[in-house]
Nanobody, 123 residues
């Protein structure tokens, strides 16, 4: 059973950057796809980016194209979400989630979730 813990969130000014981390324990992430999701107040949780076990990347939010990247460090059992040029509309709780092998943008497709980390973009 894999457990996920997100970190790296916080308050950042518009135009700033953040790198979120998703650290796993209990199991190696080698065979998992890891997705990053976000949920803004009053909105549904949506997929942002995912990286599968072959390091193929899928993006689910057009508004973050060119501003967000995902990477994984299997030696550290950690997946990262780098976000640049942040905007107020990026404010949300960001979650990482795991499922076997392949990516999906669907919330219900993931078996394991972290507790989330708050990202607030404001001046």
């Amino acid at each position: 059973q894999v457990q996920l813990v997100e970190s790296g969130g916080g308050l950042v000014q518009p135009g700033g950057s953040l790198r979120l981390s998703c650290a796993a324990s209990g199991s190696s992430l080698d065979n998992y796809a890891i997705g990053w999701f976000r949920q803004a107040p009053g909105k549904e949780r949506e997929g942002v980016l995912c990286i599968n076990k072959y390091n193929t990347i899928a993006m689910y939010v057009d508004s973050m194209k060119g501003r967000a990247t995902i990477s994984r460090d299997n030696a550290k059992n950690t997946v990262y979400l780098q976000m640049n040029s942040l905007k107020p509309e990026d404010t949300a709780v960001y979650y990482c989630a795991a499922r076997y092998y392949t990516c999906s943008g669907g919330v219900l497709s993931y078996n394991h979730w972290g507790q989330g980390t708050q990202v607030t973009v404001s001046s």
